[in-house]
């Protein structure tokens, strides 16, 4: 029966005036109650809904155990009824609007949103009391009254829950379909088709949280397949980075709704409800993650335990954890200003445990991509091949500092230890080191951290330390206008602190990277390079970065191999984590064509950073210069992965391309190459050997013609010229070219 021909007609005792809605699970229609004079709302189900008499006796069952339910933000059921084959269900009538009428408009408030989501707690906790899960909650199940009162709709979705595990399961129509609920607010163990229970309530209501307090889907892709494969297994984007301004408590309540694991989920609708009336009465909420819960002892009695169970617990541990991601501490101030705070405690742990010898620790560049978001230890273990995930949280009140650690098994997400440490903020660099002395007998490690000074390649002016970062952001993007910036950072960060180590090192990797990638003559760049290097030596002899600059600049302008060695060797000696320095060390054995040892150490390279991008693009090389081109191929398209549209991929592609004689192949990939990098000089040159060689001789010597007008007012590699003549056939010109290289100390000529 059309959904239409209701209005106008009589059901039960319950005439049709309107159609409000239309939805999966029926027509919903505003009518008249001719028994006892009120509007109501009826809902027709689809015809087929209710197969036989038997499912209508189930239904009603489930309607009459809704209809217990009575609180002011949830729908009131009054009845069930069934009339000529038409099955309905007859509700209160509540004027206004849907949530997701008025989200239209965009987010709310922040004040807004805690307000309604306390109401929205409210009702699931009185329905959680009765035994009654919703499974479909979303902005278009609650309703706003123009009082401002939010009630829940629609737990016509909802079931009975068992008591206990051993009663007899009860069939409802909340069972007849293998998922239930609307894809977006669905959590990942409904999208699993695992048993939905009130946890699941939590993560819906997260996800309407989230949507209210920045005006997105926490979760958005458009194709069904990959919404549900983000929700299932990726985080959502933090809801400050999409609006600046919401309160971190207001966030923190918000991810601990739409945490992967239920157990991390709030237990009960009285722990939501409490962190939101928190809010809403200006008293941060307690909102945090915890493994391992304390209901009711008191804290004598919970240190007992804890020291029981600790002493048990190492006892029956396993092996040595030798591999650590310490993951950026979160910036639980309200303060965004505040981030270098947080990033630099993260900082100072990750380059003091880097000096352990028998322990890997993933770079800064991978484990910083994960900043910002809600973080599953074993997803993180997993992705970056480590045994154990240290996370923290960094507060900030007056001149006080709060910093909370956590360390995690990443094999089974177990809780290994923690930490709170309150200090002044004169104190800060002091706590990493705090938290870095007990790093190493907590992963059960033989070595430990000496106990000496601070050491003086950092700064402790929190300005100079941004610029140093924002330098080496720059610096990561390889690009003409990246590198000239980062070093333009760089060179301010020293003049707020003439000292700083690491920024010379800095300074000498953007000068050192300038030269190899073609962008300044070699006697404008590796000289620099050598002087920020040599200064930073001066300042910190013990800087691993500046000795693999240094090693670069000996190898690429002054030919000295055995020294350039000597500086890599020292360089990883003193910082076997360094992974930069076994990607240039890497790479100097490739031009010695000792293919094997390079494999070995772009290999740990991408151990160390398996994130980063230059070091996923380079990693082919031994591979392709000895021929394993299938290898090559696995290692760049994994690298794809991380960015499709890194410049360096494309280079990398088009060699193994020219390798394997598929010079078409190449040509499309160097063409990407120069639209990703900028237009780089390097790039249009490969491009003109690589059509030289696939026999489009013309085109080659059009962008030949185009580079020496270009060296007419900017430097170009006289070995790139000399590389197209030689493509072209033209001996003499080529070896006129190669001559100019040589006098300007290329590195390609060796």
Known sequence: MAAANHIGHVLGHYRILEQLGAGGMGVVYRAHDEQLDRDVAVKVLPLGTLEDESARRRFRREALALARLNHPNVETIHEFGSQDGVDFLVTEYIPGTTLDAKLLAGALPHREVARLGEQLAQGLEAAHEQGLVHRDLKPANLRLTSRGTLKVLDFGLAQLMAPNKGSELTVSISESQQLTGTLPYMSPEQLQGESADTRSDFWSAGAVLYEMATGQRPFSARVPTALAADIIHKPPPPPRSLKADLPAPLEAVILKCLEKNPEWRYQSAQELRVDLERLTAGTAPVATTKRIRWKTLGGAAAALVLLVVGAVYWSMRGPTLNSLAVLPFANASADPSLEYLSDGITDNIINSVSQLPNLKVISRASTFRYKGQAIDPEVVGRDLRVGAVLTGRVAHQGDMLTISVELVDASDDTHIWGEQYQRAMSGIFAIGEDITRQLPSKLRLKSSISEKQPSTSSTRNAEAYKLYLQGRYYWNKRTEEGLKKSIQYFQNALELDPAYSLAYAGLADSYDIMGAYRILAPEDSY??????????????????????????????????????????????????????????????????????????????????????????????????????????????????????????????????????????????????????????????????????????KSAARNILDHLEREAQHRYISAYEIASIYAALGDGEKALEALGRSLDERSLYNV
Do not use: C
């Open 527 to 696: 000289p620099r390079a050598k002087e920020a290097a040599k200064r930073a030596l001066e300042l910190d002899h013990g800087l691993a970065e500046a000795h693999s600059s240094l090693a670069l600049a000996r190898a690429s302008y002054d030919w000295n191999w055995a020294e350039a060695e000597k500086e890599y060797k020292r360089a990883i000696q003193l910082n076997p984590n360094y992974a930069t320095a076994h990607q240039w060390y890497g790479l100097f054995l490739l031009l010695q064509r000792r293919y094997d040892e390079a494999d070995m150490q772009m290999k740990k390279a991408a151990e160390l950073d398996p994130l980063s991008l230059i070091i996923a693009a380079e990693s082919a090389g031994p591979a392709i210069l000895a021929g394993r081109y299938d290898e090559a191929l696995r290692i760049l398209r994994k690298a794809q992965e991380i960015d499709p549209d890194f410049f360096v991929i494309h280079e990398s592609f088009a060699d193994l391309y020219e390798a394997k004689g598929e010079h078409a192949k190449a040509v499309a990939e160097l063409q990407l190459m120069i639209k990703t990098s900028g237009g780089s000089p390097w790039a249009s040159a490969s491009l003109a050997v690589a059509h030289a060689l696939a026999g489009n």
